[in-house]
């Protein structure tokens, strides 16, 4: 893994070149190209715009001397410097109605895993609807989708992980409690846990909002910040949640402890006990990257989707201080940076579909294009591309969930 470099706009001057891009200190959009030499509209550009440094993974190429005020390296995952990023400047429009009806069809397969998922889903909705009536065997109800969720992701589940991609109006809790399932359990199998285990944790994943149940519908849906009184309310629902769990449903403590811990904080600033690290279990942190990722990909009434790729970006900015990294790390090279089903635009003006991530190289995963272009390299809609066998082309950025419809 090559270092990545911070560079002080100070220590720029015209005519420097570098063996690599430069990028704003964002990471993503880039400020030079390599072997392109500084210009002065470069300097002022960021001397206008306040840009604290910039970063790159090469090294000076011009006989200029660069003098770096102590150099710092940046974690990132593994040959992730192999990606080449653009600006966003030469695209002034993006083909809505195009893409909105490829998008329709791809997230409408009447294939026997998308039914699955949707049945699933009705037979949740029903659930939550018995917690609310104290219904009888709730028990039998919640092991009998928890192995349905288990069956599922045994399957294709990135068919799956890409219809929650593109399907994100539902914030309902039943909804939240199957996809945190799903996610939770994925990185539950992939971390090598056994059946048991995982199931364990599917079950955990499904119930870990339940107390949610007890906190009114006006903070719930309240778009203005909680007062002090009714976030504390908020935050109650991880031991009632834990305490239904355990009491009213009879699962064991270990069930338990995972539902009651999900809000603990790698740096030890969670709750409601605020432990830290490997205090926290391991369960619970598995389901606390499950949850905020199922949470942030979700419609909000106070928000949109942020989309994959962005919830991705924000769960790298709490890694030292919220989430355990190496499990984080791990979730990241399952689902990728750019997540199964996100809408990307490719260099060549091309838009596509993630449909396949890529473990060794996270940035460049398999695509399957959904709007032609005829730029360089010409690609064909329906085609299929390995982005890590076609050096040319790269991903320019993620589309945003409100810069195309959905429909459910």
């Given at each position: 893994m090559k270092k990545m470099l911070r560079i002080n706009p100070s220590k720029l001057s015209e005519g420097m070149k570098f063996t690599a891009p430069v990028f704003f200190d964002d990471g993503v959009n880039m400020f030079l190209a390599e072997n392109h030499p500084v210009k002065k509209m470069h300097i002022d550009a960021l001397s206008k715009w306040d840009v604290p440094y910039v970063i790159t993974y090469g090294s000076l190429i011009t006989n200029n001397d660069i003098y770096l005020d102590s150099p710092e390296l940046i974690e990132e995952l593994p040959n992730s410097n192999d990606v080449f990023f653009t600006t966003f400047n030469d695209y002034k429009e993006t083909p809505t109605e195009q893409i909105n009806r490829i998008i329709y069809n791809l997230s409408?397969?009447?294939?026997?895993?998308?039914?699955?998922?949707?049945?699933?889903?009705?037979?949740?909705?029903?659930?939550?609807?018995?917690?609310?009536?104290?219904?009888?065997?709730?028990?039998?109800?919640?092991?009998?989708?928890?192995?349905?969720?288990?069956?599922?992701?045994?399957?294709?589940?990135?068919?799956?992980?890409?219809?929650?991609?593109?399907?994100?109006?539902?914030?309902?809790?039943?909804?939240?409690?199957?996809?945190?399932?799903?996610?939770?359990?994925?990185?539950?199998?992939?971390?090598?846990?056994?059946?048991?285990?995982i199931l364990q944790i599917?079950?955990?994943?499904?119930?870990?909002?339940?107390?949610?149940?007890?906190?009114?519908?006006?903070?719930?849906?309240?778009?203005?910040?909680?007062?002090?009184?009714?976030?504390?309310?908020?935050?109650?629902?991880?031991?009632?949640?834990?305490?239904?769990?355990?009491?009213?449903?009879?699962?064991?403590?270990?069930?338990?402890?995972?539902?009651?811990?999900?809000?603990?904080?790698?740096?030890?600033?969670?709750?409601?006990?605020?432990?830290?690290?490997?205090?926290?279990?391991?369960?619970?942190?598995?389901?606390?990257?499950?949850?905020?990722?199922?949470?942030?990909?979700?419609?909000k009434v106070y928000r949109d989707s942020i989309g994959g790729y962005d919830a991705m970006k924000n769960l790298l900015d709490s890694s030292q201080h919220r989430f355990d990294p190496k499990l984080l790390k791990l979730f990241i090279q399952i689902i990728g940076i750019y997540p199964i089903g996100s809408i990307v635009i490719l260099n060549n003006n091309a838009i596509a579909q993630v449909v396949q991530g890529n473990l060794e190289m996270p940035f460049l995963p398999e695509v399957?294009?959904?709007?032609?272009?005829?730029?360089?390299?010409?690609?064909?809609?329906?085609?299929?591309?390995k982005l890590k066998e076609l050096k040319e082309l790269k991903i320019v950025r993620a589309l945003k969930q409100n810069e195309y419809k959905t429909y459910a």
């Amino acid at each position: 893994m090559k270092k990545m470099l911070r560079i002080n706009p100070s220590k720029l001057s015209e005519g420097m070149k570098f063996t690599a891009p430069v990028f704003f200190d964002d990471g993503v959009n880039m400020f030079l190209a390599e072997n392109h030499p500084v210009k002065k509209m470069h300097i002022d550009a960021l001397s206008k715009w306040d840009v604290p440094y910039v970063i790159t993974y090469g090294s000076l190429i011009t006989n200029n001397d660069i003098y770096l005020d102590s150099p710092e390296l940046i974690e990132e995952l593994p040959n992730s410097n192999d990606v080449f990023f653009t600006t966003f400047n030469d695209y002034k429009e993006t083909p809505t109605e195009q893409i909105n009806r490829i998008i329709y069809n791809l997230s409408n397969q009447d294939s026997e895993i998308l039914e699955n998922y949707k049945n699933i889903l009705n037979y949740s909705e029903e659930i939550f609807l018995y917690f609310n009536n104290n219904e009888k065997n709730l028990r039998e109800k919640v092991d009998k989708i928890s192995e349905q969720i288990t069956k599922l992701i045994k399957t294709n589940w990135q068919d799956i992980v890409s219809y929650i991609l593109v399907n994100t109006t539902d914030s309902s809790l039943s909804k939240n409690a199957v996809d945190t399932g799903i996610f939770a359990g994925i990185l539950a199998r992939e971390y090598g846990f056994s059946d048991r285990k995982i199931l364990q944790i599917i079950i955990a994943s499904f119930l870990h909002d339940v107390g949610m149940l007890d906190v009114p519908e006006e903070v719930l849906r309240k778009k203005s910040q909680l007062t002090t009184q009714e976030f504390n309310l908020l935050q109650l629902h991880t031991v009632r949640s834990a305490q239904f769990a355990e009491n009213i449903l009879f699962y064991p403590k270990e069930i338990g402890k995972m539902i009651l811990s999900h809000h603990e904080r790698w740096d030890g600033k969670g709750y409601p006990e605020k432990i830290s690290s490997s205090q926290i279990d391991i369960g619970a942190r598995i389901l606390s990257i499950a949850d905020a990722f199922s949470a942030m990909i979700s419609h909000k009434v106070y928000r949109d989707s942020i989309g994959g790729y962005d919830a991705m970006k924000n769960l790298l900015d709490s890694s030292q201080h919220r989430f355990d990294p190496k499990l984080l790390k791990l979730f990241i090279q399952i689902i990728g940076i750019y997540p199964i089903g996100s809408i990307v635009i490719l260099n060549n003006n091309a838009i596509a579909q993630v449909v396949q991530g890529n473990l060794e190289m996270p940035f460049l995963p398999e695509v399957k294009i959904l709007v032609e272009s005829k730029n360089k390299p010409i690609l064909k809609i329906g085609d299929i591309i390995k982005l890590k066998e076609l050096k040319e082309l790269k991903i320019v950025r993620a589309l945003k969930q409100n810069e195309y419809k959905t429909y459910a």
